[in-house]
């Protein structure tokens, strides 16, 4: 049986890239269409009537009609709007982040509900919660989760014995961590304190609740963010483009802090 010329799905609009003048080509992440490109026609002119509602890091119900090489977009009406995303610049490059993650490790038309829920979760809490990182941090896990990347962080890769409550390894071409003596003999690994272990564990179990009440200090979360940098860099083969914006403006946040 033939699809409908027809169809309509929600989506979060995870990249924009510009055609000729004003059209535009966007990737969008659905529910149950996976990811999908479609093409936007002079969005980029003045008097579009879709522009604000296909805007990056929208959440929206679009209309598109199949075509041969590329389904246009003929319509589309905002869900979600993450405002506080997009009138922050600091907010702005969380967000790009996060859908420049999604973009990167998933391939086109494959059905990923639980990540749709876990991008839309994960605007959410950046637009409200008071950890940044945090927020960033449990997205990561459980994006790796999700498209089979998952690390194991309960016991050592090498020998297969529990964890012990002390600083061991984490190694990123091995896919998790190292007990003190099994890393040694591995040369690309970051020690992890007792705390960081802690706080990795607890976000890949699902108990955000709970890690978002700690106090993680700068220390502890620098920590974080470097092992889940290094270990994401190792999968993509290649670095993040939005991190190194959302360093920069961390970098001048911190010196304006008082």
């Not at 009138?87 to 998933?106: D, P």
């Not at 700690?214 to 290094?230: K, N």
Request: aromatic fraction near 6%; glycine fraction near 6%; charge should be neutral.
């Amino acid at each position: 049986m033939q699809s409908p010329r027809n169809y309509q799905t929600e989506a979060i609009i995870i990249k924009k890239t510009k055609l000729g003048e004003a059209d535009c080509i966007l990737t969008l992440y659905t529910p149950h269409l996976g990811k999908i490109q479609g093409f936007a026609r002079s969005l980029r002119k003045t008097k579009s009537k879709m522009a604000g509602h296909l805007e990056l890091l929208t959440h929206s119900m679009v209309s598109l009609a199949r075509g041969r090489n590329i389904d246009t977009i003929t319509g589309a009406q905002t869900i979600t709007s993450f405002l506080p995303l997009k009138t922050n610049l600091e907010l702005t490059s969380y967000g790009l982040y996060v859908i420049e993650l999604v973009n990167q490790f998933t391939a086109e038309h494959i059905e990923n509900h639980a990540l749709l829920q876990l991008v839309l979760e994960t605007l959410e809490r950046l637009c409200g919660t008071n950890d940044k990182e945090l927020a960033l941090r449990s997205f990561e896990l459980h994006l790796l989760d999700s498209v089979g990347y998952r690390p194991q962080l309960q016991q050592c890769l090498s020998c297969r014995t529990a964890l012990q409550p002390v600083n061991n390894s984490f190694c990123a071409n091995v896919g998790g961590m190292l007990c003190p003596d099994c890393s040694r003999t591995q040369p690309m690994t970051s020690v992890l304190s007792v705390n960081a272990q802690k706080v990795l564990r607890l976000l890949q179990g699902d108990d955000y609740g709970m890690v978002s009440r700690l106090r993680i200090d700068a220390e502890l979360s620098d920590e974080l963010e470097g092992v889940m940098r290094g270990y994401l860099r190792y999968l993509l083969e290649r670095e993040v483009k939005s991190a190194a914006w959302l360093d920069t403006l961390k970098t001048q946040t911190s010196h304006l802090t008082p």
